[in-house]
């Protein structure tokens, strides 16, 4: 069975800074892309940052770009998302999704096969 198990999230301040981790079990994605989504109450799960199966390509979401980054550590079988500089509009729970099929990183959500629980991530102002 294919479990990804997201850690790290919280409750920190305007400003403050965040690691996320998402440990898989039951299969190894160090060929597959993953990815970390968001959902904010009342709105739909949206793309955050997505890595491609080497760790070599990278993209991220608008909003987040130049303060998140996107890791991972195939060898642990897990996926990180740091985040910097957090905003209260950063508050959401936090998903981390991993790709069956493809190398690439990919930003597009009906890509991503397997998804974690979530996290919830709140930041006060």
């Known amino acids: 069975q294919v479990q990804l198990l997201e850690s790290g999230g919280g409750l920190v301040q305007s400003g403050g800074s965040l690691r996320l981790s998402c440990a898989a079990s039951g299969r190894t994605f160090s060929r597959n892309g993953m990815g970390w989504f968001r959902q904010a109450p009342g709105k739909e799960r949206e793309f955050v940052a997505t890595?491609?199966?080497?760790?070599?390509?990278?993209y991220y979401a608008d909003s987040v770009k130049g303060r998140f980054t996107i890791s991972r550590d195939s060898a642990k079988n897990t996926v990180y998302l740091q985040m910097h500089s957090l905003k209260p509009e950063d508050t959401a729970v936090y998903y981390c999704a991993a790709d069956s099929k493809r190398l690439g990183a990919t930003t597009n959500r009906p890509d991503y096969a397997y998804w974690g629980q979530g996290t919830q991530v709140t930041v006060s102002s």
């Open positions: 890595i491609n199966w080497s760790g070599g390509t990278t």
